[in-house]
């Protein structure tokens, strides 16, 4: 006899029975700790309300973590509160502040960043635009809010038809 057939555990003789180990291909455990979500520094001025070239290297030159930007909201630093107080404003800012769309400023070919005191101005002046503009800013909010009464009141109708529709099926 020889010493291959004596052996009946040899993987060579028999493939069938060797142990056959395969990589563990399960979903593993996730790590306790977790990685900070960064955000470019363009993203965190606009979630800020400034202008990113107006904001100092310190702010622009990393990636700011969501952890960093909600510490900067509760305690804004100096250079923030001056951004916010006197600009120059981003064009949203911008556009709030007058009143009018963004679009609107388009329109008027206002393409530059504002100042406080520029808005302050424009306010007082009311060019003919600014006039416009903001009349065509008041009737498209009236008629958002027409359009939202007018669904609000379509919808209250019918939950009060199906109401009765199901009234009228348990009297039955």
Do not use: C
């Amino acid at each position: 006899m020889s010493t291959v057939e004596s052996n009946p555990i040899d993987p060579v003789v028999d493939n069938a029975e060797a142990p056959v180990y395969r990589e563990d291909t399960r979903q593993q455990p996730k790590p306790k700790t977790k990685k900070p979500q960064m955000m470019k520094a363009e993203t965190a001025a606009k979630k800020l309300g400034i202008l990113l070239s107006a904001a100092p290297d310190s702010f622009t030159a990393e990636p700011i973590s969501r952890e960093q930007l909600d510490g900067i909201l509760a305690d804004p630093p100096a250079w923030l509160v001056e951004l916010r107080a006197n600009g120059p404003h981003p064009r949203p800012v911008v556009a709030a502040r007058l009143g009018v769309s963004i679009s609107g400023l388009n329109r008027a070919e206002m393409t530059e960043p504002l100042t406080t005191a520029e808005i302050k101005h424009l306010l007082e002046t009311k060019p003919q635009w600014l006039v416009v503009e903001r009349a065509t800013q008041h009737e498209v909010r009236e008629e958002q809010i027409r359009v939202k009464n007018a669904q609000a009141g379509k919808e209250a109708l019918a939950k009060e038809a199906a109401k009765k529709d199901s009234s009228k099926k348990h009297t039955k």
